[in-house]
């Protein structure tokens, strides 16, 4: 089995795929090391009543306390949507080698709000599985609207 980008936003998406599930905003990101998923969330945010319980959020805490260190520098984080600006905070605060995300947010994603260099710190890659990533959050809401 080829451990890549794409394999690894596939498994934030069966974590999109669960939140979408449970009626939450279908995001999910997984956090790697070394080729192993050491961190993974989905949002939350219903469930546990907090706005903060972003699928970032659950990961980074996740994978913080798997290696017992509250920096991550040499881990990547998948998520199938462009990070808000809390979670790109936390990115940074974390220090990750590596952003990957599916699909950008032109309504709330960081890079409408921040400076390009909140993360320059960090690689950043866009796009992988962009149009299930999008697809998901599309379905998604328009199953809200009606």
Known sequence: MEFNDEYF??????????????????????????????????????????????AEMLAITSASQYLGSKFLDECTLYVTIEPCVMCAG??????????????????SGYEVYCSPKTLNQTEIVRGILEQDCRSIMKEFFARKRK
């Open 9 to 54: 936003m596939g498994r934030a998406l069966v974590l999109a795929q669960q939140a979408y599930d449970e009626d939450e905003v279908p995001i999910g990101a997984v956090v790697v090391h070394q080729n192993k998923i050491i961190g993974k969330g989905y949002n939350q945010t219903e469930k546990l009543i907090d706005v903060t319980a972003h």
């Open 90 to 107: 936390a990115i940074k605060w974390a220090r990750f080698g590596r952003l990957v995300f599916g699909s950008s947010e032109p309504k």
